[in-house]
Antibody
Framework: VQLVESGGALVQPGGSLRLSCAAS????????MTWVRQAPGKGLEWVSV???????YYSDSVKDRFIISRDTSKNTVYLHMNSLRVEDTAVYFC??????????WGQGTLVIVSS | QTVVTQEPSFSVSPGGTVTLTCALR?????????PNWYQQTPGQAPRRLIY???IRSSGVPDRFSGSILGNKAALTITGAQAEDESDYYC??????????FGGGTKLTVL
């Protein structure tokens, strides 16, 4: 069971980016998948979740700017990030089954929002 | 505004016992908050120690234990070792699909 995040990059404020979380060893559509971020030198912040039934939820800090989705054919979860702000700079982790017995985290991907 | 609060820092002597706590700014932590505890060293992904209040994740030494103390979740390290020096985070389920992490505790072993 493994999660591999990718897509992190340097982007200008107001720009967009799509992060990917490729899963192996399990099927993403059978579990709930979560994105968590960590700004440099700061704590962990819950960002978004997609449930097996396709319900999605977002933190107030990213609501209306980020969209979580999944592609079952690629067994991958995405985080579409729009209207990026300097304060979105962080390492973004994806996690399977946050808080549950089968929880697994990826190693993270770095997003830097700067002009 | 920090909804879930943890001690910013704590210190313990090698071999000693320390209890870190995780509280709600308003309200009580209970089993239905499904408290989880994580250990994180710089540059690494978090390592989950405890889930559902008091269940140790696979491979976690039994010197780590979780509980509810009063109206808070607690992580106790009994017989602290040098390698336990790390940042510790709790996360609580707030309902309606939302989880919130605490601000983290920096534990020093000296």
């Amino acid at each position: 069971v493994q999660l591999v995040e990718s897509g992190g990059a340097l982007v200008q404020p107001g720009g967009s980016l799509r992060l990917s979380c490729a899963a192996s060893g399990f099927t993403v559509s059978n579990d709930f998948m979560t994105w968590v971020r960590q700004a440099p030198g700061k704590g962990l912040e819950w960002v978004s979740v997609i449930y097996s039934g396709s319900s999605t939820y977002y933190s107030d800090s990213v609501k209306d700017r980020f969209i979580i989705s999944r592609d079952t054919s690629k067994n991958t979860v995405y985080l579409h990030m729009n209207s990026l702000r300097v304060e979105d700079t962080a390492v973004y982790f994806c996690a399977r089954d946050l808080g549950g017995q089968d929880e697994v985290w990826g190693q993270g991907t770095l997003v830097i929002v700067s002009s | 505004q920090t909804v879930v609060t943890q001690e910013p820092s704590f210190s313990v002597s090698p071999g000693g016992t320390v209890t870190l706590t995780c509280a709600l700014r308003s309200g009580s932590v209970s089993a239905t908050s499904y408290p989880n505890w994580y250990q994180q060293t710089p540059g690494q992904a978090p390592r989950r120690l405890i889930y559902s209040t008091n269940i140790r994740s696979s491979g976690v030494p039994d010197r780590f234990s979780g509980s509810i103390l009063g109206n808070k979740a607690a992580l106790t390290i009994t017989g602290a070792q040098a390698e336990d020096e790390s940042d510790y985070y709790c996360v609580l389920y707030m309902g309606s699909g939302f989880w919130v992490f605490g601000g983290g505790t920096k534990l020093t072993v000296l």
